[in-house]
C-alpha cells in the first residue's frame, strides 16, 4: 500500500499523535524538509522528518515503537522519524541552538526546528540540486549569514570532508543572490 508523504497538516498530526503516546518528556531538533515545512513554511511535503532528540528527554530509540504505531495509524512511511539524520549534525556551530525555532509544544514533546543559517550550514554540504530552492529560501530568511560564512571557514581551516565543497556552493549562492 503507498504511504502518504507529509505536508504540514499531516506532520503535525504526526508530532502530536507522538506526543500522544509519550509518557515522559521528549525534546526533537528537526532539520531537512521538516524544518523547511514547518519553520519557513516551504510549501513541500517529504517522507520523513529529520530529526534527533536533545539532551534531558526521551531518545530517538526510546521513539522509534511509537513512531511506528503513528506510521501505521496514519498510513505514512515507518521510519517517517529518521534518526540518521543525526550523523550529519557534526558541521553545525557550536551555538545552533540559541537560534532554534519552535514549531511544536505539546504535553509530552517538544520539538524545534534548527534555525536558518543553521540549516544553510547543511543545505551547503548536501549541495545537491534537490536543495537549491531550500538554499534559495533559507538565504532569503537568515538573519546573519556571517553566521554560515564563519561556520564553513572554520571547517575548511580544520578540513573537515566536504567544507571545501561546502564553501563554493555558498558563494555560489551568494553570487546568484547579489550578496
Not at 123 to 139: E, S, V
Amino acid at each position: 500500500m503507498p504511504r502518504l508523504p507529509l505536508d504540514e497538516k499531516r506532520m503535525r498530526t504526526a508530532l502530536a499523535r507522538l506526543d500522544e503516546l509519550a509518557t515522559q518528556s521528549a525534546h526533537l531538533v528537526v532539520g531537512g524538509g521538516a524544518a523547511m515545512i514547518l519553520a519557513y513554511k516551504h510549501p513541500i511535503a517529504t517522507q520523513d522528518v529529520d530529526a534527533f532528540a536533545a539532551k534531558g528527554g526521551l531518545r530517538m530509540a526510546d521513539l522509534d515503537t511509537l513512531a511506528r504505531d503513528v506510521a501505521e495509524e496514519l498510513q505514512i512511511e515507518p521510519d517517517w522519524l529518521n534518526a540518521h539524520f543525526e550523523t550529519f549534525t557534526a558541521v553545525l556551530p557550536r551555538d545552533y541552538a540559541s537560534r532554534l525555532q519552535p514549531v511544536y509544544s505539546g504535553e509530552h514533546l517538544r520539538v524545534d526546528a534548527l534555525g536558518a543559517e543553521d540549516l544553510l550550514v547543511m543545505k551547503c554540504f548536501a549541495a545537491r540540486d534537490k536543495d537549491l530552492p531550500h538554499a534559495r529560501k533559507l538565504m532569503r530568511v537568515a538573519k546573519d549569514l556571517s553566521i554560515v560564512d564563519k561556520q564553513l571557514e572554520y571547517l575548511v581551516e580544520r578540513r573537515y570532508p566536504g567544507a571545501e565543497r561546502a564553501a563554493d556552493y555558498f558563494d555560489d549562492l551568494r553570487d546568484e543572490a547579489g550578496l
